[in-house]
């Protein structure tokens, strides 16, 4: 009887120590923001990216200075106008400015879409590597190290170099 209590709590014990043994998965962790700036595609979208937003800083610019000129110039001739038309130039300049905000407002609009629209397949194509590469190395979680994802990593395997040579760089 004693033996069989024995064999029992040892098979228990075992059987315990197999099944934590299973549950017990790998856990990697990469800075995907890191890897995501150092990828050539990201170079050109921002340089993409501040292409366009020159452009349309330059526009705002050039719209600014000729709202300010026409400013200068309705003031100069404010004295030898009318009431009636010094009404019609400060609507008009009124006007002016609201078509700038408006403009400011799209082109930034603009902007986060065209940011959006470059960075997708770039974003899709590093999660693609990351789920490659944890996958083939038989990692059942990988974890986001980048700042502000609130992951602190003590231990576990940095799958950034082993990305970055699966997408070739």
Do not use: W
Request: with cysteine.
């Amino acid at each position: 009887m004693k033996h069989l209590k024995n064999l029992l709590l040892t098979t228990a014990i075992i059987l315990a120590c197999s099944f934590s043994a299973q549950a017990q998965s790998k856990v990697a962790h990469i800075n995907t923001q890191e890897l995501v700036d150092s990828m050539p595609e990201m170079k050109s979208a921002k340089s993409e990216l501040e292409k366009l937003a020159k452009t349309y800083e330059t526009d705002i610019q050039a719209m600014a200075t000729e709202l300010q000129n026409k400013i200068k110039q309705y003031d100069a001739e404010s004295s030898t106008k009318t009431d009636e038309e010094n009404a019609k130039r400060l609507q008009e300049v009124q006007s002016m400015e609201q078509s700038i905000r408006q403009y400011q407002a799209q082109a930034q609009q603009d902007l986060q879409k065209k940011e959006l629209d470059l960075l997708r397949p770039i974003t899709e194509k590093a999660k693609d590597a990351i789920l490659k590469v944890g996958n083939a190395q038989g990692f059942d979680y990988i974890l986001d190290s980048s700042p502000g994802q609130g992951v602190i990593m003590a231990n576990g395997k940095d799958l950034l170099s082993d990305v970055k040579s699966e997408l070739g760089f």
